[in-house]
């Protein structure tokens, strides 16, 4: 029943339906070419689109040799597929898996090297851009993407290094130095001069305007209107950091909170958010501008997008297998010697198991063209607001009466409020006439309309 469970699930990145490989032979030859170049995958003959069993028309064995023929003659380097039939109640189909290749990118020999590479974006095949070509031709040589040597040298004193090794040696528990930084590949030593790769310039300075991460909070469950918006840029290490504390500022916590990162009594498990995070962050693609990461926080879920889809030949069933294959090998490296994540594999089934111990439902990973998004889900509608509206303006009211010049942030570090149900809280307030903001927003304070509380509670 093998065959028959991955028809019922429908096409998938690494799974094709063809009904008749003679009507356009271009179409499978493409879909061919891209599983080559992404970890591989299977085209199945004789399946419609919408999964029917229709069959091979005509002779199965002159039609599975066509395929084979036409693989062989237009498909550079050459591809060698496992090919056989398969009957379905009497039907005959054709499958062909095509494994991945070493030797990268993989072309139509009719379009050349430059418009004949194709890749497997989600249930989609596509045309590679020249900047994933680079990219495959760098996997082709065993380098990571991350690895690329940047213009200019830096000295042994480098401020950037000196910065760096003090950051991972707090983490790591043991000092790091500027050699091993080079051992690590983060820098390359070569006649006496220091280079630095784009892993180094992402963990440090970060000069790439795409690489940040951008938040926000919106209001109900749609992306209609939000009430709050960050972006964080610099190093990615720094960026981690601070896309975690965004989403615990905006989800419920517990009443008492004992440091950041040592109590794990908010709704969604602490080291669940990080994990997700910092997969996000080593395993996005670099190299080209496909936008930042984004963090999408609603009343019942929180959604986080990496640009660059699944690193090649990766697939949610490996990574629940614990399969790991990062893009970004040299980040990945750093950010497990450093104890900061697990990697895509035991990482995501490590945040499966605690949504299961908190009774949340598991996250859901999916490949949306050029990007994946893992969505972490909160508790439901019922149970999401830890207080009800009225006691959540009390706690407001009762804390800007004994501490009128301090400000929001102050008020969700000394009470079990989320940002957005302060924000909330404090909007209705001032719409009931019953709170007010005056002066600036450094020098400023709260004001209570006492009057116009004692008639709203009357």
Same mark, same amino acid.
């Given at each position: ?160 290094? =000196?910065? #760096? ?8 528990? !043991?000092? *790091? ?5 080079? $051992? &690590? ?102 190299? =080209?501008? #496909? ?8 009343? !019942?879920? *929180? ?5 660059? $889809? &699944? ?148």
């Amino acid at each position: 029943m093998y065959l028959e469970d991955l028809i019922a699930g429908g096409e998938t990145e690494s799974l094709e339906f063809k009904e008749c490989p003679n009507s356009d032979p271009k179409k499978y030859l493409r879909t061919a070419v891209a599983f080559a170049n992404c970890g591989g995958g299977t085209i199945l003959f004789g399946v419609g689109d919408d999964g029917g069993v229709v069959g091979i028309q005509g002779n199965v064995g002159v039609v599975r040799d066509q395929i084979v023929d036409s693989i062989f003659s237009n498909v550079f380097p050459i591809v060698y597929p496992n090919v056989y039939t398969y009957t379905i109640d009497g039907k005959n189909l054709i499958v062909m898996e095509i494994p991945a290749q070493n030797q990268l990118p993989v072309y139509l020999r009719s379009e050349g090297p430059e418009k004949g590479v194709y890749m497997r974006y989600g249930a989609s095949t596509r045309a590679a851009e020249a900047q994933d070509i680079g990219i495959l031709s760098l996997e082709s040589s065993m380098r990571s993407p991350d690895s690329i040597i940047v213009p200019g040298t830096i000295a042994t004193d480098n401020e950037q290094a =000196t910065w #760096l090794c003090s950051k991972l040696s707090k983490r790591k528990g !043991d000092e *790091v130095t500027l050699k091993d930084l080079i $051992g &690590l590949g983060l820098l390359e030593e070569s006649d006496g001069n220091i280079q630095r790769t784009m892993a180094f310039r992402l963990l440090t300075d970060n000069p790439y305007s795409h690489a940040v991460i951008q938040c926000a909070r919106f209001i109900g469950k749609g992306e209609m209107e939000f009430s709050d918006r960050t972006d964080y840029g610099g190093s990615i290490l720094i960026q981690a950091e601070r896309g975690v504390e965004y989403i615990l500022s905006m989800i419920g916590k517990p009443s008492k909170i004992d440091g950041l990162y040592r109590d794990d009594g908010f709704e969604i498990p602490v080291a669940a958010i990080r994990e997700i995070i910092l997969n996000a962050i080593m395993h996005r693609n670099y190299n =080209t501008d #496909l936008g930042p990461i984004s963090i999408a926080v609603f009343d !019942d879920r *929180v959604e986080v997008t990496s640009p660059g $889809g &699944l690193p090649r030949g990766q697939t949610y069933e490996r990574m629940l297998l614990g399969y790991s294959m990062p893009r970004n090998r040299l980040l990945a490296t750093v950010f497990k010697e450093c104890r900061l994540a697990e990697g895509w594999g035991r990482g995501i089934r490590r945040v499966n198991e605690l949504c299961d111990a908190k009774g949340l439902r598991r996250p859901s990973v999916e490949v949306l063209g050029n990007a994946v998004r893992v969505t972490l889900f909160r508790r439901s509608s019922r149970n999401v607001t830890l207080t009800s509206t009225y006691e959540n303006e009390s706690t407001v009211m009762e804390f800007f009466l004994d501490n009128p010049t301090s400000t929001i942030s102050d008020l969700c570090g000394k009470s079990a409020l989320s940002k957005h149900d302060a924000e909330v809280a404090i909007r209705s307030l001032k719409e009931k006439g019953v709170l007010k903001r005056v002066g600036s927003r450094k020098r400023g304070e709260w004001l209570i309309e006492k009057k116009v509380l004692t008639e709203t509670d009357s």
